[in-house]
């Protein structure tokens, strides 16, 4: 497969803090080839040190005034987690009820979770107290919190796919009843629920993508300068047109 991402030959820049090309590359891979994994994790438990691995590059994350707002909770016990699947079923019940039949059709097909499959459940959070009430560059954008909890996502799924390890992304419950059983606080919110585990393929292509549900946009037709709108510019600085 010819990689989007593939690192120009340039001499190797270590002296001003660039990686070296081929450190660069499995950068660029990772952010290429990670994949939301469903339906192919394998029983095996994890390692605790990767599991330290994984939440610790989490816990690297960029976070607004370095406030650090995120908690992980781990969920291995089956029958906690065949409760969250009960939560999932009921979840999806609703919203398979919002589509046309033909898409009704499609999306009882797909495979959304693995809740009871995969090994290791995380719950990722955001205590939305964490640095009181002054959190420097917080003032004015007051959901930088939730957003540099999505960057620990981010940083621990591209790390897992580093490791070969799938990660799935579990959005379809009520955080209520999610918050409820796992006797979350009120002032803390859900961020995501993420199935975690070794995995007998990745795919080389979105699974949504491949089972015809959604297609990659083109990233041309992304692409503002000065202002929202026009004149678009492909990557490589030309016109897009």
């Not at 990722?124 to 540099?148: A, E, I, N």
């Not at 199935?195 to 795919?203: D, K, M, N």
């Not at 015809?212 to 016109?239: H, Q, Y």
Request: proline share 5%.
């Amino acid at each position: 497969m010819t990689r989007k991402f593939e690192a120009a030959n340039t001499p190797d820049r270590t002296k001003t803090g660039a990686f070296s090309n081929e450190a660069r590359s499995a950068v660029y891979r990772a952010i290429e080839t990670r994949r939301d994994i469903r339906d192919d994790f394998l029983p095996d438990p994890l390692p605790e040190a990767m599991i330290h691995r994984l939440l610790g590059a989490a816990h690297h994350a960029p976070s607004v005034g370095l406030s650090q707002p995120w908690n992980f909770i781990l969920l291995r016990d089956e029958g906690r987690r065949s409760a969250v699947h009960d939560l999932f079923e009921k979840a999806n019940e609703e919203a398979k009820a919002l589509l046309a039949d033909d898409r009704k059709t499609l999306y009882s097909r797909l495979k959304l979770q693995g809740i009871l499959k995969a090994p290791l459940n995380i719950v990722v959070t955001c205590d939305r107290t964490r640095g009181g009430p002054f959190v420097l560059g917080k003032t004015h954008q007051t959901d930088m919190d939730l957003y540099s909890t999505v960057c620990a996502v981010q940083n621990l799924w591209l790390a897992a796919r580093a490791e070969g390890i799938g990660v799935g992304w579990v959005s379809i419950f009520h955080e209520a009843d999610l918050k409820e059983l796992l006797n979350i606080p009120e002032h803390v919110v859900i961020i995501a629920y993420l199935c975690v585990g070794y995995v007998s393929e990745h795919y080389t292509r979105p699974e949504l993508e491949a089972r015809g549900w959604a297609e990659r946009l083109p990233l041309k037709d992304l692409i503002f300068e000065n202002g929202w709108g026009e004149p678009k510019i492909s990557p490589d600085g030309g016109s897009a047109e």
